[in-house]
Nanobody
Framework: QVRLVESGGGLVQPGGSLRLSCAAS??????MGWYRQAPEKQRELVAT???????NYLDSVKGRFTISRDNAKRTVYLQMNSLEPEDTAVYYC??????????WGQGTQVTVSS
């Protein structure tokens, strides 16, 4: 069984910071990361981190967001700094198992507004 529990979303002013956490259970994951979906927009990959620590980022968040994982805790984090209104979206935790199965969290709302 795989369960993903997300936390850390909320309302923040432009320029502020949030840290998202996603605790996963059930197995070891080759890829852990975050997607986001804004109203009337397609879901897009924000950041991923692989088992060996390799990372990929959406161009618009490079230098502002940092993804990391704690394998012992089976948790992935997304530190979001210098947040902009354009970052407003529902953020979804994503993991892929060694058996190539994909799992999604329920989503957590991030709103960047004055």
């Amino acid at each position: 069984q795989v369960r993903l529990v997300e936390s850390g979303g909320g309302l923040v002013q432009p320029g502020g910071s949030l840290r998202l956490s996603c605790a996963a259970s059930g197995t070891i994951f080759t890829i852990m990361g975050w997607y986001r979906q804004a109203p009337e927009k397609q879901r897009e990959l924000v950041a991923t981190v692989s088992t060996n620590g390799s990372t990929n980022y959406l161009d618009s968040v490079k230098g502002r967001f940092t993804i990391s994982r704690d394998n012992a805790k089976r948790t992935v984090y997304l530190q979001m700094n210098s947040l902009e209104p354009e970052d407003t979206a529902v953020y979804y935790c994503y993991v892929r198992s060694f058996s190539q199965r994909d799992y999604w969290g329920q989503g957590t709302q991030v709103t960047v507004s004055s």
